[in-house]
């Protein structure tokens, strides 16, 4: 990764020569058939095609997936190549169709997605697991485009490996602010008067507006092109699992979903081909220590985008 100059308020993660070294020691790469015990709460630094054979079977109970896009995209010098369609759903079920090995019975399965690939997704989940929705969230940030629309979304499948399965909605609503109150008796309906103004307590949908994609002035962000907010994996987490519970990121990247999951008093395991990324990871799974903040969500309620004073 070169090195960028950055501007004085640019909080972006980087890495010294020293804690490079330092946390290349805390990854892990395997050679045979793994126990849990030895990938449970750790970073495997290999490609995800080199050891799907030795991960074991049944331990997971949240599966959270997010690949290349079929998009021309390089990570860290590592390229992906766009295919035909036909050709990235033989790509995705090469590497799916092993992992479901790893799943208990009762886990949920999350994979992220353009509107180009998501077509491909569909296709590919059904014939493994049960598809039980689709969420679209907003993806604000992004140049316009002249000759269409400008790509503003990215969708999410949430699937399962049976009906029996963890959904807890009251650890997900989201608190929205009240344009219109109502009253019934002179006394506020379905909402409550704070310092901070008149909010509700709403019940998530498949419709994400709320989410603030990563940039240069937040703590959480890094060098990596494709990160995710740590409010959409608090929102996947605490939906899908229960503490205590594991969850297995296959495509890691900087870590994001291990961190969420330290920060909720989740089990994680983390696979990510890219070492600089994996010492990022290490580094903010270090820091996830003394500070388990995640920006959007207080108070036990997800808080609408820029509601929260």
């Known amino acids: 990764m070169s090195h960028k100059e950055r501007a004085p ?35 495997i630094c290999q490609s995800l095609f080199d050891i799907l054979d030795y991960l074991p079977a049944g331990w997971v109970d949240l ?27 033989t790509w995705l079920e090469s590497w799916l169709e092993p992992l479901t090995k790893t799943l208990k019975p009762t886990a949920s399965i999350y994979i992220c997605g353009d509107w180009q690939s998501s077509t ?12 039980q929705n689709r969420i679209t969230w907003e993806r604000e940030k992004g140049r316009g485009a002249k000759i269409n629309w400008k790509n503003a979304s990215e969708d999410i499948w949430f699937c399962t490996m049976s009906k029996n399965y963890t959904f807890n909605l009251e650890a997900v ?18 909402w409550a008067e704070s310092p901070a103004g008149r909010f ?18 937040m703590p959480e962000n890094t060098d990596h092109p494709t990160q995710k907010p740590e409010k959409l994996l608090a929102k ?51 820091q996830a220590e003394s500070d388990s903040k995640i920006q959007g969500y207080e108070d036990g309620v997800f808080w609408e985008r820029n509601s929260k004073r």
């Open 9 to 43: 308020r640019n909080r972006t993660m980087t890495l010294s020569e020293t804690e490079k070294s330092y946390y290349q020691e805390q990854l892990i790469r395997l050679t045979g058939p793994s126990s849990v015990e030895a990938i449970l709460n750790k970073t």
């Open 63 to 89: 599966l959270f997936i997010d690949p290349p896009y079929n998009l021309p995209k390089s990570f860290n010098g590592r390229s992906f190549k766009q295919m035909s369609l036909a050709g990235y759903e």
């Open 120 to 131: 491909a997704i569909h296709r590919v989940v059904q014939k493994y697991f049960w598809v």
């Open 173 to 190: 609503k989201q608190k929205r602010q009240v344009i219109a109150p109502y009253t019934q008796d002179g006394r506020p309906k379905d």
């Open 200 to 217: 509700r307590l709403t019940h998530p949908s498949n419709l994400w507006a709320d989410l603030t994609v990563p940039f240069w002035s």
């Open 236 to 286: 996947i987490i605490l939906a899908s699992s229960n503490p205590g519970d594991t969850v297995l990121d296959p495509f890691a990247g900087s870590g994001t979903t291990a961190v969420v999951a330290k920060k909720l008093g989740r089990n994680y395991t983390g696979i990510e081909v890219d070492e600089i990324y994996c010492c990022l990871a290490e580094k903010r799974l270090a």
